[in-house]
């Protein structure tokens, strides 16, 4: 069957770094989708990645490596802001998205 | 530039009662339309998705349903709401099937 696996929750300190990791088992890949979603507000866009590598964008990052069936997201200079829930997202070979069930990040000050 | 409009925001509805949320997309044509639904803890599932007018797929077998009566218009109805049907709406779209989604601003359904 498919799957995508993240943590549940996450606690990181202001200013900081911290990584949200996510694998995934899907049938056919059609890359990986990351997205930032504050409580009761829709998803937004954060990163895709389809080739292995990483995928820099500002403060935040995206990794891929496609033979392991990993992703993660890297937020540098933690904010307040950056509290939120993170989506990983796969796409597999009918391009439809198997999302995991989000990693809510918690800032402290 | 593209927007995309859902309402209405919340919904507080008895079991037993009809439902409808609508959706639309400006600035753009054709779009690949979608509602998903997402329960706390979950994640994100899709209910129904369309390529074009007239042009629905269910992923999901249950009381709801959705339309698409304008290429840029889609709508969710149920014509009796069960209390599993509680739970916070995303309408989105993207370009086309490969690339990423925009979302509307989601309506949160209360069935009491």
């Known amino acids: 069957g498919q799957n995508i696996d993240q943590p549940t929750e996450m606690t990181a300190t202001e200013g900081a770094i911290v990584q949200i990791n996510c694998t995934y088992q899907?049938?056919?890949?059609?890359?990986l989708f990351w997205y930032q979603q504050h409580a009761g507000e829709a998803p937004t866009f954060l990163s895709y990645n389809v080739l292995d590598g990483l995928e820099e964008k500002g403060r935040f990052s995206s990794f891929l490596s496609r033979s392991k069936g990993y992703s993660y997201l890297l937020l540098k200079e933690l904010q307040m802001k950056d509290s939120a829930s993170y989506l990983c997202a796969a796409m597999d070979s009918n391009y439809q998205l198997i999302w995991g069930a989000g990693t809510k990040l918690i800032i402290k000050p | 530039s593209q927007t995309i409009h859902q309402w209405p925001a919340t919904l507080v509805q008895p079991v037993g009662s009809p439902l409808s949320l609508e959706c639309t997309v400006e600035g753009t044509s054709n779009p690949n339309l979608y509602w998903y639904r997402q329960a706390a803890g979950r994640g994100l599932q899709l209910l129904f998705y369309s390529v074009g007018i007239g042009q629905i797929s269910s992923e999901v077998p249950q009381n709801l349903s959705a339309s698409r009566p304008q290429d840029r218009q889609f709508i969710l109805s149920s014509k009796k709401l069960l209390l599993s049907d509680s739970g916070f709406y995303l309408c989105?779209?993207?370009?086309?099937?490969?690339?990423?989604?925009?979302f509307g601003s989601g309506t949160q359904l209360s069935v009491l």
């Open positions: 989105a779209w993207s370009p086309t099937e490969n690339e990423k989604l925009f």
């Open positions: 899907t049938s056919g890949f059609n890359g």
